[in-house]
């Protein structure tokens, strides 16, 4: 298992990769956005965030949040 560390900083360029997603999708609301495009942005800041956590619960040694 990778130290904390080390799996903090692997999963860096992700985490900032759904932070710009997160500002992407918040920017279009605040623009008042088409009502496509701001769920679309929503749906990839959700989704990059959710594998932030899928990763950082794999590093960690946990169990898969993904059912299959």
Known sequence: MKSLV???EAGEPLVQR???A???YHEAQAA???AE???R???EAES???AVTDYQRHGLGAPSA???
Do not use: F, K, M, S
């Open 6 to 8: 080390e799996l903090i």
């Open 18 to 20: 759904a932070v710009d």
């Open 22 to 24: 997160l500002r992407r």
């Open 32 to 34: 008042n956005g088409p």
């Open 37 to 39: 495009e701001v769920e």
């Open 41 to 43: 942005l929503r749906g």
């Open 48 to 50: 990059l965030y959710q």
């Open 66 to 68: 993904t059912r299959h």
